[in-house]
């Protein structure tokens, strides 16, 4: 259980996953993870500090790329084992340069499926 976060339950790596949609289109941009120290930051800055799993590492949305994620609100669900993030986009979410990591990728529906 985080000492600062309470209410927030980190898993056994001690991250939580976020949502992360655009604040006023509601448009899903990414989902990403964070750690206790990132939500501090990202809560004090007002800037999306994410925890990156791949380099072990904090990762400022947009330091290298300048497509920053104002944040705008932070909530947490039900069970406290999921963040949404409002924030304001500037320039992509993805790191393939799309706006959404969710653009154009979807699973064929098997028959009976509702549509």
């Known amino acids: 259980m985080s000492e600062l976060y309470p209410q927030v339950a980190f898993n056994a790596d001690g ?3 976020v ?10 941009l990414m989902l990403a993870w964070m750690n206790e120290t ?17 380099r ?3 990762w400022r949305k947009g330091d290298t790329s ?6 705008h609100a932070v909530s947490y ?12 986009q500037t320039g992509a979410a993805c ?3 799309s706006r959404t990591c969710f653009d154009d990728r979807f ?5 009976g499926a509702a549509s």
């Open 15 to 17: 991250l939580v996953p």
């Open 77 to 88: 669900d039900c069970d406290g084992d999921t963040l949404l993030m409002l924030v304001d």
């Open 56 to 58: 072990k590492e904090l």
């Open 66 to 71: 300048g497509h920053t994620q104002a944040v």
């Open 38 to 54: 990132s939500l501090q930051l990202t809560l004090t800055e007002g800037r999306a500090v994410y925890w990156s799993r791949s």
């Open 19 to 28: 949502i992360v949609q655009q604040y006023d289109t509601r448009e899903v």
């Open 95 to 97: 790191h393939t340069g």
């Open 107 to 111: 699973l064929p529906l098997t028959s």
